[in-house]
């Protein structure tokens, strides 16, 4: 799959030549609109529900009104997926704001999901830090100038992910959350300073079923010598292993237990959640 067949445009399928935003639009200057990334496997999109409840949530802190109901959303992803015969895709979805009085538009298709090579999950991903932080961090709005440079500068020295730091302590990933294992307690930076991922919440209900410790807590940047394990999370990686930062290794260098465990308890739940028989498309 490479472009889309057809991309949904409040709910209307058009070409994908079509989906296109005006420059006057203020998603441009002032990147005025908001965004969902999510895993569709079997025709299955993974926690959609959860998706769209903080896409809601994004649109609320940008006072960015939704042109329809979360039930006609998924309608419009139904019908989006089935006509471009999408069952196994990253599905994007861009809310862009009104100007002149215009529409609130919303723009649905699929592409194709990223295939992060396995040794990254294997032996664990190179990371950077970066300082910085973005805007509305509990939103999820096109405002990403900050993951997007940080990425950028993690990319062009062969690093996988950039960590951000801001005032002394470690919030997110570029476009991930991150965890710190620290003497068996595995932590991560508070709900409010961070975007809450879909994929972190998963996993603080995993960790509850399997009485694995995790917390939230405020990660300094000071105490990197102390972990002993590092991982990221993200709809498009599910849990990533981190296992050198700034090029030193975190722990041993090593992809931890923990992480290991949280790895499985993760994939297993992805594969029952998404099994054939919960096809929306077969629906
Ligand atoms: C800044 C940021 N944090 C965290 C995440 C992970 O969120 P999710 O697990 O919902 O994909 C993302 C995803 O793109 C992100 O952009």
């Not at 994908?16 to 965004?35: E, R, T």
């Not at 830090?129 to 990425?151: D, H, I, M, Y």
Request: hydrophobic residues 45%; contains cysteine.
């Amino acid at each position: 799959m490479g472009l889309p067949l057809y991309v949904s445009r409040n709910g209307v399928l058009i070409p994908p030549s079509q989906a296109s935003v005006p420059i006057f639009n203020s998603a441009l200057y002032g990147a005025f609109g908001v965004y969902e990334s999510m895993q569709v496997a079997n025709g299955v999109v993974f926690e959609q529900g959860a998706h769209l409840v903080r896409l809601a949530r994004s649109a609320g802190i940008l006072e960015l009104p939704l042109p329809a109901s979360l039930a006609t959303f998924e309608r419009w992803i139904a019908e989006v997926l089935a006509v471009n015969a999408a069952p196994d895709c990253t599905l994007r979805l861009f809310v862009v704001g009104a100007e002149n009085g215009g529409e609130v538009t919303a723009f649905i298709w699929p592409q194709p999901t990223v295939a992060y090579p396995p040794a990254l999950y294997a032996h664990g991903a190179p990371a950077i830090t970066f300082e910085g932080q973005r805007f509305l961090p509990e939103a999820k709005s096109l405002n990403t100038l900050v993951s997007f440079l940080s990425r950028r500068r993690a990319h062009a020295i062969g690093a996988h992910e950039a960590l951000l730091h801001h005032g002394g302590a470690f919030t997110e990933g570029s476009n991930s959350n991150l965890f710190a294992v620290i003497e068996g307690i595995v932590l991560t930076p508070p709900a409010e300073a961070v975007l809450s991922g879909v994929t972190r919440d998963v996993l603080f209900s995993l960790a509850a079923e399997n009485d694995v410790a995790l917390r939230e807590a405020r990660l300094a940047v000071r105490d990197l010598p102390r972990w002993d394990e590092c991982f990221i999370t993200s709809s498009t990686r599910h849990i990533m292993p981190i296992t050198t930062i700034d090029g030193r290794p975190v722990g041993d260098g090593e992809v931890g237990p923990l992480t290991r465990r949280l790895m499985a308890l993760f994939e297993a739940y992805f594969a029952q959640a998404t099994a054939r028989e919960a096809s929306v498309l077969r629906r």
